[in-house]
């Protein structure tokens, strides 16, 4: 629950949008403020106070015990253009309260702590859980003190700062297996362990969480990284397998018999094939979601289990950074970009989001061309385990790397497609409305593509009165490509039909024209812009393309 405490008209009506947002997680504490906070401090595991910081340090101070077990406060000042992140940062969670109330009010979000969630800077994006000297180990790589870093396998993880590596009095370790603690080491948990589990009618979840721990300690291995629990389909409604898979918070994944009866076992036994037709249910299970047996079948009275161990998949994010504009750049491409630790791309695209990288990223450009290099590139990168982006403008899968890169990836890799603005969506926006209807993209480079089949698909859009969007749509070699498809719409087309050119969109030097199908001049018209020709439902209003979308209402 949050806890709103207001004193001022400004702040209740604050306070009163806060709640509107979220009815069901707000409670509105009012009359004398000292009293209120109090009541909410007991009542709430996050507060949002409607005060200058001053007052609220004030009155929390006397409240305060430890990080643990202190509710989130934010504040808010009076104008409602800050929220500040005051207490319980990470553990109680005012850090991410801040944001969402800063979200919902439209004010800057304010946050102090050196880092976040783990606390280690990059690798708090994967949310894998980290024991060991974390304020430590994080406050050395913030202040560039050597770190080194140890993994068990290459895991697709992000960029860490250059200082990690090497050599150095700390560590961090990635791994599943238990490793003595020291005061300079943290180690993360990588989700690399399937159990698989097999019981009787009636077992426990008590006799089933003691096998696998017991299956753990014989393997060296750490609770943590378990990520799943597997079993027969027979037994996915097994009361004690359900209630053991919550209690771990882990799904819980069942195959059916014959499926795990395929899978070659080191332990395969009698009992299991009468009773559910699989010669192994904990073994089998486990090898289907993971790749190496690490602890074989144990067994107790009721159940047996089994652990693998999964081979890391690199990541392969196919991200468009949209036609120009940082803030048409989605919240999610930027987050991959920061989520990888390799970003492939044409070097004029990669200048545009270098700052957004983190440090120690390894950036891969090139010039023009040089397309199967830098799809090659990208893969052969993830499929050695790393976290891949590859960029493009606009779209990545819209006339850009995204078909060629996956025309090479296998099943080896994880492929992540996060959509960007295309060319033709941020020219039709600047113009109108001209996709309003059933409309086309072609692409006037005949580079890859003979002309003849670009024309017949231009007449084939021509005859079916489509609106078009006509990317590539000129260049210095390529300079007769346009007018020749104007001329097949405009035997289909009136004269006067609409038709828009927009230049550089929402790039500096944005140049914008709506203007007729007679009276395009292609030699306006280069690389750099998308040409939009009407369709017969297309009409210019106040200077706009607007495509009917023939709503009954707007019929004479
Ligand atoms: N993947 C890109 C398209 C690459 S093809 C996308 O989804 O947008 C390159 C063509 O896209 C250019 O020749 C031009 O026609 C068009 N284009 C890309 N960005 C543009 C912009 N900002 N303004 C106008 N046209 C653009």
Redesign the pocket.
Known sequence: MIGLIAVTTAGRAAAARLAQAWPAETRTYDGPVRLALHRAWTECDGLVCFLAVGATTRLVAPLLDSKWVDPAVVCVDEPGRYAVALVGGHAAGANALCAKVADVLGAQPIVTTATDATGLPGLDTLDWPAEGAISRVSRAMLDGEPVSFTTDATWPVPPLPVTVGGTGQYRIVVTDRIVPPDDNTVVLRPPSLVAGVGASKGVTADEILGLLDEALTVGGLSRESVTALATVEAKAGEEGIVAAARQGGWPLRSYPADRLAAVPVPNPGEAALAAVGTPSVAEAAALICADLLVVPKRKSAMATVALARIRPRGRLALV?LG??DRDLVTPRAIAELRRASVVVGLDRYLDQIRDVLRPGTRVIGSGLGDEEQRASTAVAEARMGHAVALV?????????MASPALAMAGTDIDVVGVP?V???L??AALLGAPLGHDHVII?L?DLHTPWEIIERRIRAAAEGDFVVA????RSKERDWQLGAALEILAAHRDPGTPAGV??????PG?QVLVTTLAELDPATVD????VIVGSASTQTIAGRMVTSRGYRWQRP
């Open positions: 468009g036609p120009g493009g403008s606009g779209d990545a899968g819209v006339y850009a960007g295309t060319a033709g941020a020219a692409s480079s006509f990317y590539n749509p927009v230049r550089d969109a929402f790039r944005q690389m750099r812009s998308v």
